[in-house]
């Protein structure tokens, strides 16, 4: 949707993780790395350091995470 990246190719590598309660599926999550992604579309370094910045802090800020890191 970025006008920039429009007719790029972008080949990512990715895994989905499934929660399942009782038999069933209770949360679904998709993991890529969104910087190999940027990297392919000719991304800027200091925008990529921005967003991944942005993205480590999201990831630190989890409570499941804080949890861990009290370990």
Do not use: C
């Not at 038999?23 to 990529?48: D, F, K, W």
């Not at 409570?63 to 370990?71: A, G, S, T």
């Amino acid at each position: 949707t970025v006008p920039e990246f429009k007719a790029k190719d972008v080949v990512i590598d990715g895994m989905s993780r499934f929660v399942l309660k009782d038999g069933l599926i209770a949360q679904y999550h998709e993991s890529v790395n969104g910087g190999v992604a940027m990297v392919q579309l000719g991304v800027a370094a200091p925008r990529m350091e921005k967003v991944l910045k942005r993205w480590a802090g999201r990831l630190r800020e989890r409570p499941e995470v804080q949890e861990y890191l009290k370990r």
